[in-house]
């Protein structure tokens, strides 16, 4: 089961590191969309309370995504330059997308298989 050869396993990697890097592109931008839309709304409201609420909201909630975003993004960058410290950072990434139902927990389960191949920590030295 964890026989991948050091061919498959330059297959594999940059798939996980590019499938981590466009996951967390895509909550960036979701951040950023947040972050301008929900002060905006507040602001056309005319409530100067409802404004000041949708701004805290909006400011924390895409603070929040943008940082649960850059564990991904290092990690895709670690695993394209075939870094150590990437390889464990996208084994916890994996686990934590295991909790991100559906696409988040297939993207884990392949993001796991990889990284924890017998050949896999050869391959990052």
């Known amino acids: 089961m964890n026989s991948l050869t050091r061919e498959q396993l330059e297959q594999h990697v940059p798939i996980v590191a590019w499938l981590n890097i466009v996951g967390s592109i895509l909550v960036l ?3 950023v969309f947040l972050l301008i839309l ?10 100067r309370q409802a404004a000041g ?5 909006g400011v924390s909630v895409g603070v929040f995504m943008a940082v649960l975003a850059l564990p991904g993004l290092l990690a895709g960058i670690g695993l394209l330059k075939r870094k150590n410290w990437g390889r464990v950072l996208g084994i916890v990434v994996g686990f934590l997308n295991l909790l991100n139902f559906p696409i988040g927990t297939i993207i884990g389960v392949y993001t796991l298989w990889v990284l924890f191949q017998e050949s896999a920590p050869l391959y990052f030295e």
């Open 29 to 31: 931008l979701i951040a």
């Open 38 to 47: 929900l002060p905006g709304v507040g602001v056309l409201s005319g409530d």
């Open 53 to 57: 609420i949708l701004a805290i909201v």
